[in-house]
């Protein structure tokens, strides 16, 4: 996935970073009149699909995001034991909340797309970002 090798491989700020490719990832599916109609289908024939074609849909994005969750554990950078479960939270809370959203209240213009990815990032940040370890004998504040 191109969004995960610009945004996710070289860095100074991992917020910024995740933003970034959050911002990109939505503006290349809203972007797409393909993924629009694709989404309307499945939208109104998931009763229909079996688990397997939803699952096998997103696999891609998910591991290739799983890959850079576990580096980046690996490295330091975010505390995450479970990088599958760490994905999902960070989808969760981004790029998947901006994708309901104009189900459920109409379309979003672009900087409340910016607010609920810059939220979610930081939410997701708050969960599994790198763990400062306290040294006993300071005070805590």
Same mark, same amino acid.
């Given at each position: @996935?191109?969004? &995960?090798?610009?945004?996710? *491989?070289?860095?100074?700020?991992?917020?910024? !970073?995740? &933003?970034?490719?959050?911002?990109?990832?939505? !503006?290349?599916?809203?972007?797409?009149?393909?993924?629009?109609?694709?989404?309307?289908?499945?939208? @109104?024939?998931?009763?229909?699909? =079996?688990?397997?074609?939803?699952?096998?849909?997103?696999?891609?994005?998910?591991?290739? &995001?799983? *890959? *850079?969750?576990?580096?980046?554990?690996?490295?330091?950078?975010?505390?995450?034991?479970? =990088?599958? @479960? !760490?994905?999902?939270?960070?989808?969760?809370?981004?790029?998947?909340?901006?994708?309901?959203? =104009?189900?459920?209240?109409?379309?979003?213009?672009?900087?409340?797309?910016?607010?609920? &990815?810059?939220?979610?990032?930081?939410?997701?940040?708050?969960?599994?970002?790198? *763990?400062?370890?306290?040294?006993?004998?300071? =005070?805590?504040?």
């Amino acid at each position: @996935m191109q969004g &995960i090798s610009d945004y996710l *491989r070289e860095f100074q700020d991992l917020e910024q !970073a995740l &933003i970034l490719f959050c911002e990109q990832f939505v !503006a290349s599916a809203n972007g797409s009149s393909d993924y629009s109609a694709l989404i309307r289908l499945i939208t @109104m024939e998931a009763a229909n699909l =079996p688990a397997s074609f939803l699952e096998k849909l997103d696999n891609a994005t998910e591991e290739g &995001i799983t *890959r *850079r969750f576990t580096e980046f554990g690996q490295t330091g950078l975010l505390d995450v034991p479970d =990088p599958v @479960m !760490a994905t999902k939270h960070f989808a969760a809370l981004t790029f998947l909340l901006v994708f309901d959203q =104009p189900r459920k209240n109409g379309t979003l213009d672009e900087e409340q797309t910016k607010r609920i &990815i810059t939220e979610g990032v930081r939410v997701f940040l708050c969960a599994y970002g790198k *763990r400062t370890v306290q040294n006993e004998n300071q =005070p805590s504040n």
